[in-house]
């Protein structure tokens, strides 16, 4: 049975909406819904250009609903936690009264039996209202609108921007090889796999050669030396985004162990200033001491090299080898 990790990363947006959209969000704080005049027929939700013809609307803004009727729906039965609603519930096309075009939004009808084309539904409006599509909570059966909870009013202010945090959560299998360089990190020990056909060694958890395409089990494993020459290097310049810790630049290097072809790929260094990292210098493996108990990251391909913390020089006379900055992988 795989052992699996998962993986969270969160992109948060900041989007002005324009006089439009910004009106219309700032009328779901006062629970009411805004369509936009095109001809003869509203527009809803209301948009800044015509969709048919790419041409701007006049800003004329019209109050539709509250309630509507359902054109179309598809029924939701397992909700994930990216769905507006925890229990099962429909997708549906809501055309509000007043409407010309249906809106695609959430109906709590308790049950798939209970929706049906033509049904009346009425909004759920939340009880504090941020200016987003969700303080409408959702559509309900019937004619008359409710609110969750208290009703904290409408925005003091326009709405005119939107927060929005896009997130994907990865979760990939763990190969046992990764896991067996995190052990034998516990014993102080680097370990990398051989080839046995084309005879190359990788370290960092590769549980295959990519040249040959061939799995590399536990019986192809040797040890590998804990001392090498820095090939190569980046200096990274943190950009201060949400979840970064790091506020000064920070090194990341490659290291080619001695007597092996195998660089272990983008480690931090210890002891050593972004500055004063070169191509040439010999370093030994720094590894977290029996009383440090913390899982440490250290930029391995799975994410953590276990006790193995990075590099710190060793203080002997760098290598002057001008191929040495080839040495990538
Ligand atoms: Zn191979």
Redesign the pocket.
Known sequence: MARFVENTITFPYKRSLGPVIGAFMTALTERRILGIRRGDGVLVPPSEWDPATGAELAPDLVEVGPAGTVESWTWVPQPTEQHPLDRPFAFAFVRLDGASTPMLHAVDAGTREALRNGMRVAPRWKGTRVGRIDDLACFVPGEVPETEGDDTGPATEPVARMDYLASITYRNPVPESADRVVAASREHRLIGLE??????VYASGNGY?P??A?PLGPDREISLPDTGTISNFAVVTPVQYPGQTETEPFARVFVLLDGTDVVITYSPVIDLPAADVHVGTRVRAVWAGAADETEHAGGGLYGSWGDFLGWTPSGEPDVDDPDLVNRIF
């Open positions: 080839c046995p056909v084309c005879s190359r050669c040249v040959d061939i």
